[in-house]
């Protein structure tokens, strides 16, 4: 099989690392878009443009027979409208509302994700369909892919950030961009004994297994 991963930039990475570790057989071919990213502020329409050329090129000249989106900005945004131009079944990630919604027990949770996935409707949809009663803090983040892709990490900016959540009485931290994986270790210290910090690899995972059965 072989499976393609698309993000902006470094973050699909730590999805093509999650994949590697329980699918080793498999091969994977990423690809990003070191001209455009980040991606975390553009607009679907712009998004559209960028990443269809992109997909076309795994699916088509690359011969993936699935992809992995490994964004949420493009996936809370346009992950239809690629559906309906692909042949090919695209594994998608969003913001994990529904897992926050059963974790939290302050009824308070931190989403750090990109400007344009705060703004998607899917998100606002998440969070009508598993958010009641439960209030959402979503910190600026909007520079932390850039400062991720640049290998330029502010671990003190980041610290402030996690800690106010805390303070705020968040006790689950949703890591809603896949370039904050790698910043993983220092959410995670911050929040020790606070709160509880998620992020999609696993699930997106064990949904690529069940889509690969299907070929089987
Ligand atoms: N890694 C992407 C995400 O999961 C996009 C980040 C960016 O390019 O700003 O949203």
């Not at 730590?14 to 329980?22: M, N, P």
């Not at 529904?98 to 996935?117: E, G, I």
């Not at 969070?127 to 850039?146: A, M, N, Q, R, T």
């Not at 995670?188 to 509880?196: E, I, L, P, Q």
Request: hydrophobic share 40%; with cysteine; glycine share 6%.
């Amino acid at each position: 099989m072989k499976i393609g991963v698309f993000d902006s930039g470094i973050g699909g990475l730590s999805v093509v690392e999650a994949i590697k570790k329980t699918l080793p057989d498999e091969e994977v071919i990423f690809k990003n878009d070191t001209k455009n990213v980040p991606y975390g502020a553009k607009t679907p329409e712009q998004l559209f443009g960028l990443v269809l050329p992109i997909l076309n090129q795994l699916a088509i000249k690359d011969g993936c027979q699935v992809i992995v989106i490994a964004c949420n900005t493009v996936s809370t945004t346009i992950i239809d409208k690629l559906r309906k131009e692909l042949e090919i079944p695209l594994v998608a990630m969003e913001p994990m509302i529904k897992p926050a919604s059963r974790l939290t027990k302050t009824n308070k949770v931190t989403v750090c994700a990109t400007p344009t996935t705060l703004k998607s409707k899917r998100y606002k949809q998440l969070k009508d369909l598993y958010g009641k009663g439960i209030e959402f803090v979503e910190p600026d983040c909007s520079d932390w892919s850039y400062m991720i892709e640049t290998n330029n990490v502010d671990s003190k900016k980041i610290a402030q950030i996690v800690n106010d959540s805390c303070r705020q009485g968040s006790d689950v931290i949703v890591l809603a961009c896949t370039h904050y994986h790698w910043i993983e270790d220092i959410i995670v210290s911050n929040a020790r004994g606070r709160a509880v910090v998620i992020q999609p690899e696993e699930p997106v995972v064990k949904q690529l297994m069940r889509v690969l059965e299907q070929f089987a």
